[in-house]
Each structure stands twice: as C-alpha cells, then as structure tokens.
C-alpha cells in the first residue's frame, strides 16, 4: 500500500472509504444509547472479538495477508486497542456521568486540528497550510451541529481524554501502515482491544451480568462490530494511508451529519436551524480543506538570445 507523500493523489476516490466509514461511526450514536444499561466491558469485548474473526474471514476472502507484527509495531497497535478502542469508550461512559453528551462530543469534534498538525509531522512532512485553515472551520460546523451543554471539571477532564483517545486512533497507525495496510492495523487493533475489554470485564464485572443483555441489545452489539468496527474501521485507515492523517482528520466532520441523519431516521425530529447551519459550514470546511491543492507552474526559463548569422 502506498503511503509515500509525494505519490499520494488524494482524489474523490481516495476520499470516499474515508467519508463512508465516519458515516458509519456517525450513525452508531443512536445504536449506542440502547446499550447505556448493558455491562461495558462484556458487551464490548464480545462486540470486538466478533469483529475480529469477521475481518479475519473477509481478508481470507480478499487474499488479504495479515502479517504478525515484529518488534515496536506491537506498542503501536496495542496503542491503537488501548487508546482509541478502550480508554475512549471508557472516557465517554465515565464523561456523560459528569457532563451533556454534547460536551464529549464537541471535544471529540476538535480531532482535525490535532491531526492537521501532528499527522503530518509522524509521517516525516510539513502540515498543509490548506488543511491547518480549513480544520478550524470544520471543528466551528460540528460545533453548531453538536451544540453546547453543562459539565464540571471531571466531565471537562473525561472530554479531553476522548479527544486524546480519538486523536490516537489515527496517529498511531501512521508507524505501523506502511507495513501492514488498512487490513492488518484493523485485525490486530480490535484482537487486541477484545483482549483488552475481556480482562477488564473479568475483573470489574460478573459473569452472570451478561445474562442481562437483552436481545435488541445484542442486536446493537451486533451492527457495531459489523458496520461501525469491522467495516469501518478497513475504510478509514485505507483513507488515511492512502491522503494522510491531516487531509482524512477533516473527514471526521462527516460523523455528526451521519449522527444527524440517523437522529432524524429514528424519530428525532427535524434537525433546527443551528444544525443546519452547522451541515453548512462542516460541508464549506470539507469542501476548502479537501480540495486538490493546483499545480505548481514550472519557472520561466530564459532561453539565450541567438544574434543572427553575418551574410
């Protein structure tokens, strides 16, 4: 897989996995909420694991080789499990107790800016000055579409964890793409995080506590680890290997349209004027920060000058 700058074409095509799996991350908003009851830690592990033999048969399928991962690549990837699959579904559950949904979300809103700057600087290059100005402009759409809402000091520290957490779900698979591409950064990142959520539900939860879970709970279990995990997750690290991590961090704008749409879907109503507002200036941010960067113009050459042949 290709993930050298300056081959890099970064077209509508390179862009459209990225866009269809913040979709996807955008509409399990409303999938989540059923599980607000379940035991976190059993349901995720499940979900995970789930995950994780689904894309060990679809790479199967694919002709996909998984290669095991050698020296380093396991902190990265255990990084990726740790921080974006584990601690970032922790923040949010622990923040919610401490502040409005919108709060965590309008934190996790801001992941453009630090991958504008940080993606590129891990991938060895200068960030764009394209994408630097449009992040903002993206992060104040999502803003509007989020909206604002009461916390404290302990919901304001679980929201900048998920933005850290959110922001390393991306930043830590630019060491590790280049060997093993979109397949095998997502087979080992959610193996790893089923393990992970597995040994926390065996020391903080009881067994019998998964007899609880309802079937229209599993149910969501079950399209998170399809859709939201598996699926979603070989799209957007496709996204990024194949534009790096700054241009495909603007893409996470795409989730609160998705979880805007999907709000709608389930009987929430027609969005307000300040969401549509917000749609607006997440599209103009998009639109600014993605669009192809012009040609440079080679500089004129000065050819001499021939003085005429003497007759």
Same mark, same amino acid.
Request: include cysteine; charged fraction near 10%.
């Given at each position: 897989?290709? $993930?050298?700058p300056?081959?890099?074409?970064?077209?509508?095509?390179?862009?459209?996995?990225?866009?269809?799996?913040?979709?996807?991350?955008?509409?399990?908003?409303?999938?989540s909420?059923?599980?607000?009851?379940?035991?976190?830690?059993?349901?995720?592990?499940?979900?995970?694991?789930?995950?994780?033999?689904?894309?060990?048969?679809?790479?199967r399928?694919?002709?996909?080789?998984?290669?095991?991962?050698?020296?380093?690549e396991?902190?990265?990837?255990?990084?990726?499990?740790?921080?974006?699959?584990?601690?970032f579904?922790?923040?949010?559950v622990?923040?919610?107790?401490?502040?409005?949904?919108?709060?965590?979300?309008?934190?996790?809103?801001?992941?453009?800016?630090?991958?504008?700057?940080?993606?590129?600087?891990?991938?060895?290059?200068?960030?764009?000055?394209? =994408?630097?100005?449009?992040?903002?402009? =993206?992060?104040?759409?999502?803003?509007?579409?989020?909206g604002?809402?009461?916390?404290?000091?302990?919901?304001?520290?679980?929201?900048?964890?998920?933005?850290?957490c959110?922001?390393?779900?991306?930043?830590?698979?630019?060491?590790?793409?280049?060997?093993?591409?979109a397949w095998?950064?997502?087979?080992?990142?959610?193996?790893?995080?089923a393990?992970?959520?597995?040994?926390?539900?065996?020391?903080?939860?009881?067994?019998?506590?998964?007899?609880?879970?309802?079937? $229209?709970?599993?149910?969501?279990?079950?399209?998170?680890?399809?859709?939201?995990?598996?699926?979603?997750f070989?799209?957007?690290?496709?996204?990024?290997?194949?534009v790096?991590?700054g241009?495909?961090?603007?893409?996470?704008?795409?989730?609160?349209?998705?979880?805007?749409?999907?709000?709608?879907?389930?009987?929430g109503?027609?969005?307000?004027?300040?969401?549509?507002?917000?749609?607006?200036?997440v599209i103009?941010?998009?639109?600014?920060?993605?669009?192809p960067?012009?040609?440079?113009?080679?500089?004129?050459?000065?050819?001499?000058?021939?003085?005429?042949?003497?007759?």
């Amino acid at each position: 897989m290709n $993930t050298n700058p300056s081959t890099r074409s970064g077209g509508v095509r390179d862009l459209l996995p990225g866009v269809a799996g913040m979709a996807m991350v955008g509409s399990s908003v409303t999938v989540s909420r059923s599980l607000v009851d379940a035991p976190l830690f059993a349901v995720q592990a499940v979900r995970y694991a789930g995950a994780a033999l689904l894309l060990l048969a679809l790479a199967r399928v694919a002709r996909v080789r998984i290669l095991r991962p050698r020296g380093r690549e396991w902190l990265w990837l255990a990084g990726i499990a740790a921080t974006g699959l584990v601690l970032f579904n922790v923040a949010v559950v622990r923040g919610v107790a401490h502040a409005e949904p919108a709060v965590i979300a309008v934190a996790v809103a801001s992941v453009p800016i630090l991958l504008g700057l940080l993606g590129p600087l891990l991938e060895g290059r200068r960030p764009s000055r394209q =994408v630097l100005l449009a992040a903002p402009v =993206v992060v104040a759409g999502t803003v509007l579409v989020e909206g604002s809402g009461r916390t404290d000091a302990t919901g304001v520290a679980w929201a900048a964890v998920a933005l850290g957490c959110e922001a390393g779900f991306t930043l830590l698979a630019v060491p590790v793409l280049r060997r093993h591409g979109a397949w095998g950064v997502s087979v080992h990142a959610v193996w790893m995080g089923a393990v992970m959520f597995a040994g926390l539900s065996a020391v903080f939860e009881r067994p019998s506590e998964l007899g609880s879970v309802t079937s $229209t709970q599993w149910a969501a279990a079950g399209y998170l680890a399809v859709v939201v995990t598996a699926v979603a997750f070989v799209l957007w690290y496709r996204t990024v290997a194949a534009v790096g991590s700054g241009r495909a961090g603007l893409l996470t704008g795409v989730a609160p349209i998705s979880a805007a749409g999907a709000g709608v879907l389930a009987g929430g109503g027609a969005p307000g004027p300040t969401v549509w507002l917000g749609l607006a200036v997440v599209i103009a941010g998009l639109a600014a920060g993605l669009r192809p960067p012009r040609p440079r113009r080679p500089a004129p050459v000065d050819l001499p000058v021939r003085e005429p042949a003497s007759p």
